[in-house]
Structure formats: structure tokens, C-alpha cells
């Protein structure tokens, strides 16, 4: 009864490619129904960042003595498909598709040891406001994508935003640097000591908001950082 049930919900409402919009079909009966087809999957350009230190991403956050390594899983173009499946992420109610990209970007992962030695997977926090009227934090479902295929622990509790500051993608410029300014604060730093801590977001521009992160995040003496997105602005 459960799969015929399923069988008709598919027929009745058929789910939609949140890249194309074409109808897209599960695996199986057994298996969720995907949020993006196989041809749009086969579309995003990836960075190959993974096997490659000193990269671009690297670059940004060098300069922080706790910092290790840092990638991007595929390239970002306004306009284009990358652009258009982060958008309904985060402003469109499908966090799903963070989920789906982050356990592909985990699988080409570990094919490489990019993911080696991590101890705990931290999504870069929303304000407990934006979170209210959003309803999610779309680095969480990227978090746990992540997390689900590598077997590592996620944590939402020891980094927290304090300052509600204005969407990024409004400022530009300077004027980015300033706004993301003192907008994080640390827990229990102690619990993090010595720790290889893997900071995860969707989008790097400027590498600002991370860099914010990164400086409240000192507090965790002797703890390593790595960085990873879903997708690097060119």
C-alpha cells in the first residue's frame, strides 16, 4: 500500500528538478525522490580543488595561523545553474538541495584526502533571527551532507552569530569587511582545544564572512582550521 501510495503521489504531483524543472524520477520505490536530475548534476563545473593545495580558496585565508586547507566543490556564475540552485537553497524553501550537492562533494572528497583527520564539522551560524524567518540555516543541511557520507560528528552549538548585520550579497567592496565585522562568538572554547574543525558555508565571495568566523574562532586554542563550500565565486 506504502508504494502504491507513492506511486500515485508521483503521478499526481510529479517532483520537479529544482535546476530545470523538468520531472525527475527516484532510483528506486525505496529511495527519496532527488531534488536535481542527473543531466543538471552533470552540468556544474567542478573545482577540482580537492587535490589541489594552494588553490584559490586556499588564498583567501592563508594569512590565519590556525588555518590548514580550504576547497570549493564547483564554480559560481551569477545567472548560471550553480547560481540558480543556491538561490533556491537558501531564499526558496529547498535546503534538500544543499544536502544532495554537499554528500556528492563528499563522495568526490574522498577520493582525495582532503577530509582526512577532521574532527567536527561546523556550519557558519545564521542569526536566531534570519533563522525565525527562514526557517532553517542552509550551511546546516551542507553540514550534514557532509557529515552523513564521512562519518563526522556535526556542531551547531559552539559558534553563534550575534549581530544580525545585513546580507552580504547587499554590500560590496570594504564595505563587506566591515559588515561582517564582530558578528560571531565562540562557547565553551575549551571543548574545542586541538581540534581539526572543518567550517562549512555555501558560497565564498570574498571570503569575508568566513574570515570573521575564523577570528572568533582564535578563542579555540591549538585547533586547526579547514574550510569547504559548495561553490567559489570566479
Known amino acids: 500500500m506504502h508504494l502504491l501510495r507513492r506511486y500515485l503521489a508521483s503521478v499526481l504531483f510529479p517532483a520537479r528538478c529544482a535546476g530545470c524543472g523538468q520531472s525527475v ?12 536530475c542527473r543531466e543538471c548534476i552533470g552540468l556544474l563545473e567542478r573545482t577540482e580543488q580537492f587535490d589541489l593545495r594552494g588553490n584559490l580558496t586556499e588564498d583567501m585565508f592563508a594569512p590565519n595561523r590556525q588555518f590548514e ?7 559560481y556564475d551569477k545567472h548560471e545553474l550553480m547560481s540558480c540552485l543556491i538561490q533556491k537553497a537558501k531564499y526558496g524553501r529547498q535546503p534538500e538541495i544543499n544536502y544532495e550537492l554537499a ?12 577530509f582526512e583527520d ?3 564539522i561546523i556550519p557558519i551560524p545564521l542569526h536566531p533571527r534570519r533563522f525565525r524567518q527562514r526557517g532553517y540555516n542552509q550551511s546546516d543541511y ?12 556535526v556542531d551547531t552549538t559552539h559558534v553563534t552569530r550575534v549581530r544580525n548585520n545585513p546580507q552580504q550579497a547587499l554590500t560590496q567592496g570594504k564595505e563587506r569587511e566591515r559588515n561582517v ?4 562568538e565562540v562557547n565553551h572554547p575549551e571543548e574545542m582545544y586541538r581540534r581539526h574543525i572543518l567550517l562549512v558555508d555555501d558560497v565564498i565571495t570574498t571570503g569575508s564572512t568566513i574570515r570573521s568566523c575564523m577570528d572568533a574562532m582564535s578563542a579555540f586554542r591549538g585547533a586547526r582550521i579547514s574550510v569547504f563550500a559548495l561553490a567559489k565565486a570566479r
Open 142 to 153: 551542507i553540514a550534514r551532507g557532509l557529515g552523513d557520507v564521512l562519518h563526522i560528528p
Open 69 to 75: 586547507r580550504a576547497a570549493a566543490f564547483c564554480f
Open 103 to 114: 554528500h556528492m562533494a563528499a563522495l568526490d572528497g574522498l577520493q582525495s584526502d582532503f
Open 118 to 120: 577532521i574532527d567536527v
Open 181 to 184: 565585522e564582530n558578528i560571531f
Open 25 to 36: 524520477e527516484p532510483p528506486s520505490l525505496e529511495t527519496p525522490v532527488p531534488a536535481v
